[in-house]
Protein backbone atom coordinates (compact mmCIF):
# COMPACT_ATOMS: atom_id res chain seq x y z
CA UNK A 1 0.00 0.00 0.00
CA UNK A 2 1.32 3.24 -0.61
CA UNK A 3 2.63 5.98 1.83
CA UNK A 4 0.44 8.92 2.59
CA UNK A 5 1.16 12.09 0.99
CA UNK A 6 1.78 13.76 4.37
CA UNK A 7 3.28 10.97 6.43
CA UNK A 8 4.94 13.56 9.28
CA UNK A 9 1.35 14.70 10.42
CA UNK A 10 -0.52 11.66 9.91
CA UNK A 11 -0.95 9.86 13.38
CA UNK A 12 -0.94 6.11 13.75
CA UNK A 13 -2.52 4.45 16.56
CA UNK A 14 -4.72 2.21 18.47
CA UNK A 15 -7.52 2.30 21.06
CA UNK A 16 -9.05 1.00 24.04
CA UNK A 17 -11.41 2.11 26.63
CA UNK A 18 -11.34 2.00 30.80
CA UNK A 19 -14.42 -0.26 31.53
CA UNK A 20 -13.68 -2.63 28.59
CA UNK A 21 -9.62 -3.53 29.66
CA UNK A 22 -8.76 -2.16 33.32
CA UNK A 23 -10.46 -4.84 35.81
CA UNK A 24 -9.79 -3.33 38.91
CA UNK A 25 -13.04 -2.58 39.83
CA UNK A 26 -12.96 -2.19 43.24
CA UNK A 27 -9.63 -0.79 43.94
CA UNK A 28 -7.74 2.47 45.74
CA UNK A 29 -11.24 3.93 45.86
CA UNK A 30 -13.09 3.48 42.81
CA UNK A 31 -17.19 3.85 43.05
CA UNK A 32 -19.37 2.25 40.79
CA UNK A 33 -19.93 2.81 37.15
CA UNK A 34 -22.97 2.46 35.54
CA UNK A 35 -21.63 -0.07 33.75
CA UNK A 36 -20.62 -2.36 37.01
CA UNK A 37 -24.41 -2.07 38.07
CA UNK A 38 -25.75 -3.12 34.69
CA UNK A 39 -23.28 -5.72 33.99
CA UNK A 40 -24.24 -7.36 37.38
CA UNK A 41 -28.12 -6.93 36.87
CA UNK A 42 -29.47 -10.70 35.60
CA UNK A 43 -29.88 -10.89 32.01
CA UNK A 44 -28.02 -7.44 30.66
CA UNK A 45 -24.84 -9.15 28.99
CA UNK A 46 -24.18 -12.07 27.64
CA UNK A 47 -23.28 -15.41 29.75
CA UNK A 48 -23.08 -12.62 32.87
CA UNK A 49 -19.74 -11.21 31.82
CA UNK A 50 -18.99 -8.41 33.27
CA UNK A 51 -15.45 -5.72 33.73
CA UNK A 52 -14.21 -6.24 37.63
CA UNK A 53 -11.47 -7.87 35.67
CA UNK A 54 -11.92 -7.43 32.39
CA UNK A 55 -7.72 -7.57 30.93
CA UNK A 56 -6.27 -6.48 33.88
CA UNK A 57 -4.65 -3.80 32.38
CA UNK A 58 -5.16 -1.86 35.73
CA UNK A 59 -1.97 -3.43 36.96
CA UNK A 60 -0.74 -4.37 33.48
CA UNK A 61 -0.36 -1.34 31.27
CA UNK A 62 3.25 -1.84 31.36
CA UNK A 63 3.40 -4.81 29.78
CA UNK A 64 0.40 -3.65 27.61
CA UNK A 65 2.52 -0.07 26.97
CA UNK A 66 5.39 -2.26 26.03
CA UNK A 67 3.28 -4.43 23.46
CA UNK A 68 2.11 -1.00 21.91
CA UNK A 69 5.66 -0.21 21.46
CA UNK A 70 6.86 -2.92 19.81
CA UNK A 71 3.71 -2.70 17.36
CA UNK A 72 4.99 0.76 16.22
CA UNK A 73 2.12 2.89 16.64
CA UNK A 74 2.94 6.48 17.69
CA UNK A 75 -0.51 7.24 19.60
CA UNK A 76 -2.64 5.47 22.12
CA UNK A 77 -6.17 6.34 22.51
CA UNK A 78 -7.52 5.66 25.80
CA UNK A 79 -10.60 6.47 28.27
CA UNK A 80 -10.45 7.55 31.72
CA UNK A 81 -12.99 5.96 34.06
CA UNK A 82 -14.61 8.80 35.87
CA UNK A 83 -15.91 6.94 39.24
CA UNK A 84 -11.61 6.61 39.77
CA UNK A 85 -11.55 10.35 39.63
CA UNK A 86 -15.29 10.93 41.25
CA UNK A 87 -16.56 7.80 43.03
CA UNK A 88 -19.72 9.20 43.35
CA UNK A 89 -19.50 11.76 41.08
CA UNK A 90 -20.91 14.88 43.36
CA UNK A 91 -17.81 15.30 45.24
CA UNK A 92 -16.04 18.40 44.50
CA UNK A 93 -12.55 17.05 45.51
CA UNK A 94 -11.02 14.10 43.15
CA UNK A 95 -9.90 10.56 44.46
CA UNK A 96 -6.22 10.71 43.88
CA UNK A 97 -5.36 7.26 43.64
CA UNK A 98 -7.69 7.15 41.05
CA UNK A 99 -5.58 10.14 39.50
CA UNK A 100 -2.38 8.71 40.23
CA UNK A 101 -3.33 5.62 37.90
CA UNK A 102 -3.43 7.62 35.13
CA UNK A 103 -0.22 9.33 36.22
CA UNK A 104 1.51 6.98 35.41
CA UNK A 105 0.06 5.63 32.38
CA UNK A 106 0.95 8.74 31.02
CA UNK A 107 4.53 8.79 32.15
CA UNK A 108 4.50 5.23 30.81
CA UNK A 109 3.58 6.58 27.72
CA UNK A 110 5.62 9.52 26.74
CA UNK A 111 8.40 6.98 27.98
CA UNK A 112 7.92 4.79 25.35
CA UNK A 113 7.16 8.03 22.73
CA UNK A 114 3.73 7.37 22.33
CA UNK A 115 1.70 10.45 22.36
CA UNK A 116 -1.72 9.74 24.86
CA UNK A 117 -5.18 10.75 23.49
CA UNK A 118 -7.33 10.89 26.90
CA UNK A 119 -11.09 10.29 26.16
CA UNK A 120 -13.05 11.94 29.01
CA UNK A 121 -16.22 9.75 28.84
CA UNK A 122 -16.43 6.28 27.05
CA UNK A 123 -19.43 5.36 29.02
CA UNK A 124 -18.98 4.28 32.36
CA UNK A 125 -20.46 7.19 34.34
CA UNK A 126 -20.28 6.74 38.31
CA UNK A 127 -23.73 5.03 39.36
CA UNK A 128 -23.75 7.69 41.80
CA UNK A 129 -24.64 10.43 38.97
CA UNK A 130 -27.12 7.81 36.66
CA UNK A 131 -29.31 8.21 40.53
CA UNK A 132 -29.70 11.39 39.74
CA UNK A 133 -31.07 10.96 36.23
CA UNK A 134 -27.61 10.50 34.63
CA UNK A 135 -27.63 12.24 31.29
CA UNK A 136 -31.20 12.96 31.27
CA UNK A 137 -30.54 15.57 34.06
CA UNK A 138 -29.53 18.99 32.85
CA UNK A 139 -26.97 19.60 35.85
CA UNK A 140 -25.05 16.47 34.12
CA UNK A 141 -23.67 19.44 31.81
CA UNK A 142 -22.27 21.14 34.89
CA UNK A 143 -20.88 17.77 36.41
CA UNK A 144 -18.99 16.97 32.97
CA UNK A 145 -16.81 20.35 32.80
CA UNK A 146 -15.93 19.64 36.39
CA UNK A 147 -14.62 16.77 35.64
CA UNK A 148 -12.97 17.96 32.48
CA UNK A 149 -11.57 20.22 34.20
CA UNK A 150 -9.75 18.41 37.28
CA UNK A 151 -8.03 15.98 34.34
CA UNK A 152 -7.42 18.22 31.90
CA UNK A 153 -5.59 20.42 35.05
CA UNK A 154 -4.21 16.85 36.71
CA UNK A 155 -2.64 15.95 33.00
CA UNK A 156 -2.25 19.22 31.13
CA UNK A 157 1.10 19.12 31.24
CA UNK A 158 1.75 16.07 29.11
CA UNK A 159 -1.70 15.29 27.23
CA UNK A 160 -2.32 17.91 24.72
CA UNK A 161 -5.35 15.61 22.69
CA UNK A 162 -8.55 15.56 24.16
CA UNK A 163 -11.94 13.81 23.12
CA UNK A 164 -15.28 14.57 25.15
CA UNK A 165 -17.63 11.93 24.33
CA UNK A 166 -17.48 9.01 22.77
CA UNK A 167 -20.44 7.82 20.62
CA UNK A 168 -23.03 9.62 22.23
CA UNK A 169 -25.58 7.83 20.25
CA UNK A 170 -24.99 4.72 21.65
CA UNK A 171 -25.63 6.58 25.31
CA UNK A 172 -28.86 7.68 23.91
CA UNK A 173 -29.82 5.21 21.91
CA UNK A 174 -28.80 2.45 23.07
CA UNK A 175 -29.48 3.42 26.57
CA UNK A 176 -33.14 4.57 26.35
CA UNK A 177 -34.78 3.26 23.07
CA UNK A 178 -33.15 -0.31 22.54
CA UNK A 179 -32.31 -0.69 26.12
CA UNK A 180 -28.95 -2.26 25.16
CA UNK A 181 -26.70 -0.15 27.57
CA UNK A 182 -27.07 1.41 30.57
CA UNK A 183 -29.56 2.52 31.83
CA UNK A 184 -31.28 -0.09 30.11
CA UNK A 185 -34.22 1.60 29.10
CA UNK A 186 -36.65 1.02 25.52
CA UNK A 187 -38.51 3.56 23.76
CA UNK A 188 -37.99 6.09 25.49
CA UNK A 189 -37.33 8.96 23.05
CA UNK A 190 -38.04 12.18 24.90
CA UNK A 191 -35.04 11.13 27.47
CA UNK A 192 -32.82 9.94 24.55
CA UNK A 193 -33.32 13.29 22.93
CA UNK A 194 -32.27 14.99 26.40
CA UNK A 195 -29.87 12.44 26.82
CA UNK A 196 -27.89 13.31 23.57
CA UNK A 197 -28.69 17.28 24.04
CA UNK A 198 -26.81 17.15 27.51
CA UNK A 199 -23.97 15.10 26.04
CA UNK A 200 -23.49 17.53 23.35
CA UNK A 201 -23.73 21.02 25.40
CA UNK A 202 -21.56 19.38 28.07
CA UNK A 203 -18.98 18.97 24.98
CA UNK A 204 -19.05 22.75 24.21
CA UNK A 205 -18.78 23.34 27.71
CA UNK A 206 -16.24 21.10 27.97
CA UNK A 207 -13.98 22.34 25.31
CA UNK A 208 -12.93 26.26 26.44
CA UNK A 209 -12.72 24.35 29.86
CA UNK A 210 -9.26 21.91 28.60
CA UNK A 211 -7.96 24.47 26.49
CA UNK A 212 -7.93 27.04 29.57
CA UNK A 213 -5.98 24.44 31.35
CA UNK A 214 -3.81 23.16 28.06
CA UNK A 215 -0.81 24.71 26.47
CA UNK A 216 -1.86 23.96 23.14
CA UNK A 217 -4.71 21.54 23.23
CA UNK A 218 -6.38 20.09 20.52
CA UNK A 219 -10.03 18.76 21.69
CA UNK A 220 -13.06 16.99 19.62
CA UNK A 221 -15.67 14.97 20.13
CA UNK A 222 -16.26 11.05 18.97
CA UNK A 223 -18.60 10.27 17.23
CA UNK A 224 -20.11 6.91 15.52
CA UNK A 225 -21.25 7.83 11.96
CA UNK A 226 -21.82 5.67 8.87
CA UNK A 227 -23.32 5.71 5.55
CA UNK A 228 -27.30 4.87 5.29
CA UNK A 229 -28.27 3.79 1.82
CA UNK A 230 -31.97 2.74 1.25
CA UNK A 231 -31.91 -0.88 0.80
CA UNK A 232 -34.27 -0.01 -2.35
CA UNK A 233 -35.67 2.68 -4.51
CA UNK A 234 -39.05 2.56 -2.99
CA UNK A 235 -40.67 5.77 -1.42
CA UNK A 236 -40.82 3.40 2.34
CA UNK A 237 -37.15 2.50 2.26
CA UNK A 238 -36.22 5.62 0.75
CA UNK A 239 -37.97 7.68 3.72
CA UNK A 240 -37.18 5.20 6.89
CA UNK A 241 -32.94 5.75 5.62
CA UNK A 242 -33.72 9.43 5.86
CA UNK A 243 -35.06 8.69 9.51
CA UNK A 244 -32.33 6.65 10.02
CA UNK A 245 -29.52 9.02 8.87
CA UNK A 246 -31.32 11.75 11.14
CA UNK A 247 -31.33 10.07 14.50
CA UNK A 248 -28.04 7.79 13.95
CA UNK A 249 -25.67 10.68 12.33
CA UNK A 250 -27.54 13.94 11.50
CA UNK A 251 -28.94 14.60 15.42
CA UNK A 252 -25.05 15.21 16.24
CA UNK A 253 -23.31 16.58 13.25
CA UNK A 254 -26.31 18.96 12.43
CA UNK A 255 -26.00 20.62 16.04
CA UNK A 256 -22.02 20.72 16.00
CA UNK A 257 -21.15 21.79 12.59
CA UNK A 258 -24.75 23.98 11.81
CA UNK A 259 -26.09 25.17 14.81
CA UNK A 260 -29.33 23.16 14.29
CA UNK A 261 -31.13 20.05 15.00
CA UNK A 262 -33.00 17.39 11.76
CA UNK A 263 -36.46 18.94 12.08
CA UNK A 264 -37.07 15.74 10.09
CA UNK A 265 -36.44 13.46 13.09
CA UNK A 266 -38.48 15.34 15.42
CA UNK A 267 -41.09 15.92 12.93
CA UNK A 268 -41.09 12.11 12.30
CA UNK A 269 -41.32 11.17 15.98
CA UNK A 270 -44.01 13.51 16.61
CA UNK A 271 -45.88 11.84 13.77
CA UNK A 272 -45.45 8.09 14.98
CA UNK A 273 -46.13 9.85 18.62
CA UNK A 274 -42.84 8.82 19.96
CA UNK A 275 -43.01 12.33 21.50
CA UNK A 276 -44.77 14.74 22.65
CA UNK A 277 -44.51 18.26 21.66
CA UNK A 278 -43.74 19.61 24.96
CA UNK A 279 -41.12 17.25 25.43
CA UNK A 280 -39.32 19.52 22.46
CA UNK A 281 -38.64 22.09 25.12
CA UNK A 282 -35.18 21.16 26.37
CA UNK A 283 -33.29 23.28 24.06
CA UNK A 284 -32.56 26.11 25.69
CA UNK A 285 -31.51 29.79 23.90
CA UNK A 286 -27.71 29.53 23.77
CA UNK A 287 -27.62 25.91 23.87
CA UNK A 288 -26.41 25.69 20.32
CA UNK A 289 -24.28 28.15 19.87
CA UNK A 290 -22.32 26.62 22.64
CA UNK A 291 -22.95 23.06 21.22
CA UNK A 292 -21.15 24.71 17.86
CA UNK A 293 -18.15 26.54 19.96
CA UNK A 294 -15.29 25.32 17.10
CA UNK A 295 -13.57 22.20 18.06
CA UNK A 296 -9.70 20.93 16.67
CA UNK A 297 -10.95 17.64 14.99
CA UNK A 298 -14.24 15.97 15.05
CA UNK A 299 -13.00 11.90 15.71
CA UNK A 300 -15.18 9.41 13.59
CA UNK A 301 -15.57 5.76 14.66
CA UNK A 302 -16.58 3.64 11.64
CA UNK A 303 -17.65 -0.07 11.34
CA UNK A 304 -20.03 -0.58 8.52
CA UNK A 305 -22.42 1.19 6.27
CA UNK A 306 -26.36 0.59 7.24
CA UNK A 307 -28.67 -0.70 4.80
CA UNK A 308 -32.01 0.68 5.67
CA UNK A 309 -35.44 -1.04 4.85
CA UNK A 310 -38.83 0.15 5.90
CA UNK A 311 -39.67 -3.11 8.25
CA UNK A 312 -43.03 -2.33 8.35
CA UNK A 313 -44.31 -2.69 4.81
CA UNK A 314 -44.46 -5.68 3.36
CA UNK A 315 -41.23 -7.40 2.44
CA UNK A 316 -42.68 -7.68 -1.02
CA UNK A 317 -42.99 -4.14 -1.56
CA UNK A 318 -38.78 -3.99 -1.02
CA UNK A 319 -38.26 -7.04 -3.54
CA UNK A 320 -36.88 -4.66 -6.27
CA UNK A 321 -33.40 -3.83 -6.51
CA UNK A 322 -31.98 -4.92 -3.44
CA UNK A 323 -28.18 -3.99 -2.50
CA UNK A 324 -25.95 -6.77 -2.67
CA UNK A 325 -24.39 -7.28 0.43
CA UNK A 326 -20.63 -7.68 1.63
CA UNK A 327 -19.65 -10.67 3.57
CA UNK A 328 -19.99 -10.07 7.38
CA UNK A 329 -18.16 -10.44 10.28
CA UNK A 330 -18.70 -12.53 13.69
CA UNK A 331 -20.66 -9.70 15.00
CA UNK A 332 -23.05 -9.44 11.50
CA UNK A 333 -21.61 -6.34 10.60
CA UNK A 334 -21.27 -5.96 7.01
CA UNK A 335 -17.68 -5.47 6.10
CA UNK A 336 -18.25 -2.13 3.09
CA UNK A 337 -14.52 -0.10 3.23
CA UNK A 338 -15.81 1.97 0.47
CA UNK A 339 -18.10 3.42 3.46
CA UNK A 340 -15.24 4.86 5.12
CA UNK A 341 -14.09 6.93 1.98
CA UNK A 342 -17.93 7.89 1.31
CA UNK A 343 -18.36 9.14 5.19
CA UNK A 344 -15.33 11.07 4.52
CA UNK A 345 -16.24 12.80 1.36
CA UNK A 346 -19.68 13.44 3.20
CA UNK A 347 -18.12 14.97 6.43
CA UNK A 348 -16.27 17.43 3.69
CA UNK A 349 -18.28 18.43 1.28
CA UNK A 350 -21.75 18.66 3.73
CA UNK A 351 -20.12 19.48 7.25
CA UNK A 352 -16.96 21.55 5.88
CA UNK A 353 -15.43 19.18 9.06
CA UNK A 354 -11.84 21.59 9.66
CA UNK A 355 -10.16 18.14 10.65
CA UNK A 356 -10.99 14.50 11.29
CA UNK A 357 -9.16 11.56 13.00
CA UNK A 358 -10.53 7.87 12.58
CA UNK A 359 -11.03 7.25 16.29
CA UNK A 360 -11.77 3.49 15.90
CA UNK A 361 -11.89 1.45 12.86
CA UNK A 362 -11.74 -2.32 13.76
CA UNK A 363 -14.04 -5.81 13.39
CA UNK A 364 -14.73 -8.65 15.45
CA UNK A 365 -13.76 -12.04 14.78
CA UNK A 366 -12.97 -15.51 17.26
CA UNK A 367 -10.07 -16.39 15.61
CA UNK A 368 -8.07 -18.22 18.16
CA UNK A 369 -4.65 -19.48 18.89
CA UNK A 370 -3.73 -22.94 17.34
CA UNK A 371 -1.11 -25.44 18.41
CA UNK A 372 1.78 -23.14 17.79
CA UNK A 373 0.22 -20.48 19.46
CA UNK A 374 -0.46 -18.38 16.63
CA UNK A 375 -3.60 -16.36 15.41
CA UNK A 376 -4.07 -16.52 12.17
CA UNK A 377 -6.79 -13.47 11.52
CA UNK A 378 -6.55 -13.14 8.10
CA UNK A 379 -10.09 -11.41 7.49
CA UNK A 380 -8.95 -8.93 10.29
CA UNK A 381 -5.77 -8.14 8.16
CA UNK A 382 -8.11 -7.26 5.28
CA UNK A 383 -10.35 -5.34 7.07
CA UNK A 384 -7.93 -3.03 8.61
CA UNK A 385 -5.71 -2.81 5.06
CA UNK A 386 -9.18 -2.06 3.18
CA UNK A 387 -10.40 0.36 5.36
CA UNK A 388 -7.08 2.15 5.43
CA UNK A 389 -6.44 1.88 1.65
CA UNK A 390 -9.86 3.78 1.05
CA UNK A 391 -8.63 6.37 4.00
CA UNK A 392 -5.91 7.22 1.86
CA UNK A 393 -7.38 7.79 -1.25
CA UNK A 394 -9.55 10.04 0.69
CA UNK A 395 -6.48 11.71 2.09
CA UNK A 396 -4.97 12.23 -1.41
CA UNK A 397 -7.69 13.74 -2.88
CA UNK A 398 -7.19 16.56 -0.23
CA UNK A 399 -9.72 15.47 2.60
CA UNK A 400 -8.56 16.65 6.04
CA UNK A 401 -7.96 12.91 7.99
CA UNK A 402 -5.04 13.06 10.36
CA UNK A 403 -5.11 10.05 11.64
CA UNK A 404 -6.01 6.51 12.01
CA UNK A 405 -6.48 4.46 15.32
CA UNK A 406 -7.79 0.74 14.81
CA UNK A 407 -9.98 -0.86 17.79
CA UNK A 408 -8.69 -2.39 19.47
CA UNK A 409 -5.30 -3.25 21.04
CA UNK A 410 -6.30 -6.12 22.87
CA UNK A 411 -9.73 -8.37 22.88
CA UNK A 412 -11.75 -6.93 25.84
CA UNK A 413 -14.97 -6.68 27.34
CA UNK A 414 -17.46 -5.60 24.49
CA UNK A 415 -20.50 -4.50 26.45
CA UNK A 416 -23.45 -6.37 26.24
CA UNK A 417 -21.78 -9.37 24.34
CA UNK A 418 -19.21 -9.60 27.41
CA UNK A 419 -16.30 -11.93 25.97
CA UNK A 420 -18.11 -13.00 23.21
CA UNK A 421 -17.05 -10.72 20.55
CA UNK A 422 -13.34 -10.37 20.02
CA UNK A 423 -11.82 -6.75 18.20
CA UNK A 424 -8.23 -7.31 19.03
CA UNK A 425 -5.18 -7.06 17.29
CA UNK A 426 -3.77 -8.98 20.42
CA UNK A 427 -5.65 -11.88 21.42
CA UNK A 428 -6.17 -12.35 25.14
CA UNK A 429 -7.02 -15.45 27.30
CA UNK A 430 -9.76 -14.23 29.57
CA UNK A 431 -8.76 -17.07 31.91
CA UNK A 432 -5.20 -16.51 32.72
CA UNK A 433 -4.95 -13.22 31.03
CA UNK A 434 -2.01 -13.94 28.86
CA UNK A 435 -1.88 -11.95 25.69
CA UNK A 436 -0.97 -13.14 22.13
CA UNK A 437 -0.68 -11.22 19.16
CA UNK A 438 -2.46 -11.94 16.16
CA UNK A 439 -1.31 -12.31 12.44
CA UNK A 440 -3.23 -8.93 12.43
CA UNK A 441 -1.00 -7.55 14.98
CA UNK A 442 1.90 -8.34 13.17
CA UNK A 443 0.63 -6.73 9.61
CA UNK A 444 -0.31 -3.68 11.44
CA UNK A 445 3.34 -3.76 12.62
CA UNK A 446 4.83 -4.08 8.90
CA UNK A 447 2.54 -1.45 7.57
CA UNK A 448 3.58 0.99 9.52
CA UNK A 449 7.35 0.32 9.47
CA UNK A 450 6.61 1.01 5.69
CA UNK A 451 5.11 4.03 6.17
CA UNK A 452 8.19 5.43 8.22
O1 LIG B 1 -16.11 -1.82 21.69
C1 LIG B 1 -16.77 -0.76 21.11
C2 LIG B 1 -16.24 0.55 21.61
O2 LIG B 1 -16.32 0.65 22.99
C3 LIG B 1 -17.01 1.69 21.02
N1 LIG B 1 -17.08 1.59 19.60
C4 LIG B 1 -17.47 0.33 19.03
C5 LIG B 1 -16.63 -0.79 19.61
C6 LIG B 1 -17.06 -2.13 19.00
O3 LIG B 1 -18.40 -2.38 19.27
Redesign the pocket.
Known amino acids: MKKTKKKNDFRWGIAT ?1 SY ?1 IEGAHDLHGRGPSVWDVFSHSKGRVKNGDNGDIACDHYHRFPEDIKLMKDLGVDSYRFSISWPRIFPIGTENKVNQPGMDFYDRLVDELLENDITPFVTLN ?2 DIPQGLEDLGGWTNRDMVEQFVKYSHYLSRGLGDRVSNWITH ?2 PW ?1 ISFLGYVEGRKPPGLKNEWAKSLHTAHHLLLSHGKAVPEIKSNVKNAKVGITL ?1 LNTAIPASDSEYDKKECAFYDAQFNRLYLDPLYKQKYPELLFDRLLEKEAIKQSDLNFIQEGDLKIISTPTDFLGV ?1 Y ?1 SRAVIRDESIDEKLNENHKIPMGPKTD ?1 GWEVYPRGIYDLLKRLQDEYNVNEIMIT ?1 N ?1 C ?1 YGDAPDKNNKVNDIKRVEYHRSHIEQILLAVDEGIPCTGYFA ?2 LMD ?1 F ?2 AEGYS ?1 R ?1 GLIWVDFESLERVPKESYYWYQNFLKSQK
Open positions: SQHWNECNNYFEGSWSNEWQF
